[in-house]
């Protein structure tokens, strides 16, 4: 079974920085795309990035584009988000999630094609 656990959540003052960590096992990770969906409770799962299994493809939600980074270290089984320039409308829960499918990728951000979710970490961002 795959497990997918987040850290690195906080609260934090409007235009600093925080970075979320997600950690994978249970499959091979170096063949998995992984994405960073964020939810407000009461409102829609909304996608905020994606990194392909070896990194070289990445995608982005236009509200985050240009302030948050994904990256991964296929070495230690873990995906990044780096998030710049916090406002307050990025307060929510940040899930992590993977696809079953190996050597697949798409930029699309459906959440449907995600199999595998983490708890989720919670960011709130004050003004």
């Known amino acids: 079974q795959v497990q997918l656990v987040e850290s690195g959540g906080g609260l934090l003052q409007a235009g600093g920085s925080l970075r979320l960590s997600c950690a994978a096992s249970?499959?091979?990770?170096?063949?998995?795309?992984m994405a960073w969906f964020r939810q407000v409770p009461g409102k829609e799962r909304e996608f905020v990035a994606v990194i392909s299994w070896t990194g070289g493809n990445t995608a982005y939600a236009d509200s985050v584009k240009g302030r948050f980074t994904i990256s991964r270290d296929n070495a230690k089984n873990t995906v990044y988000l780096q998030m710049n320039s916090l406002k307050p409308e990025d307060t929510a829960i940040y899930y992590c999630?993977?696809?079953?499918?190996?050597?697949?990728?798409?930029?699309?951000?459906?959440?449907?094609?995600?199999?595998?979710w983490g708890q989720g970490t919670q960011v709130t961002v004050s003004s």
């Open positions: 999630a993977a696809p079953a499918r190996s050597f697949w990728y798409s930029g699309s951000g459906y959440d449907t094609n995600y199999d595998y």
């Open positions: 249970g499959r091979t990770f170096s063949t998995s795309t």
